[in-house]
């Protein structure tokens, strides 16, 4: 069975059956086929700095390597505080009941929207149900799989059915004149669903 989004609110339980909604699914895409000279399809690759190992889709996310140049696999990785301070692991939420309470819309606004699933039910909770069609706000923590910080889902609802907006909150930094600005790493770190913009 797969997993699910398991929502409690006023003492109701709602399991959610939950789809990734990607752009490409309302928008349709098109993408630029590179073939070889015997017409097979080309995969994309990268060297590495040096010009040692070539580098193919995927192999990167088993590992990582080092300023010695030892590889250190992606298992053994922790996640770090601002301070260097090691931190605790986060579960996944999937299958796990949580509690969702209502929030001021602002905090919707105020996050990083990072993913949009299309949710279904079929213990749907008529009060929620009522509740998120007459506009409000839920807040509920959701990790897909286990990390290092929590990202949040907010149920919504509307005629065309029901959504988890899930995301992180945006933090704000202010920087004086003689300060340098910070990367996004949060930016850094979206997914990118091959959107291509010549579409449009």
């Not at 080309?42 to 030892?70: I, K, P």
């Not at 919707?108 to 009522?130: F, K, M, N, V």
């Not at 839920?138 to 990202?151: G, I």
Request: include cysteine; hydrophobic fraction near 40%; aromatic fraction near 8%.
């Amino acid at each position: 069975m797969a997993r699910q989004i398991v929502v409690s609110h006023l003492g109701a339980t709602t399991h959610f059956d939950f789809t990734k909604l990607e752009r490409s699914k309302l928008y349709g895409k098109r993408m630029r086929l590179l073939l070889d000279s015997e017409g097979q399809p080309c995969t994309r690759a990268s060297l590495t700095s040096d010009g040692a190992v070539l580098v193919q889709a995927g192999m990167t996310a088993q590992g990582y390597f080092d300023a010695a140049g030892c590889m250190v696999p992606a298992g053994d990785l922790v996640g770090l505080s601002p301070e260097g301070e090691p931190l605790p692991a986060v579960d996944s939420t999937l299958g796990v009941e949580q509690a969702a309470e209502q929030v001021d819309p602002t905090e919707l606004l105020d996050t990083r929207i990072q993913t949009l699933y299309t949710l279904s039910s079929e213990d749907l909770d008529p009060g929620l149900h009522a509740l998120l069609l007459g506009g409000a706000v839920l807040k509920l923590p959701f990790n897909y799989r286990p990390d290092f910080r929590t990202e949040w889902a907010f149920p919504v609802a509307n005629e065309e059915g029901m959504f988890a907006i899930v995301g992180r909150p945006i933090q704000r930094d202010w920087c004086e004149l003689d300060q340098p600005l910070l990367p996004d790493i949060d930016a850094e770190d979206e997914d990118d669903d091959d959107l291509d913009f010549d579409f449009f």
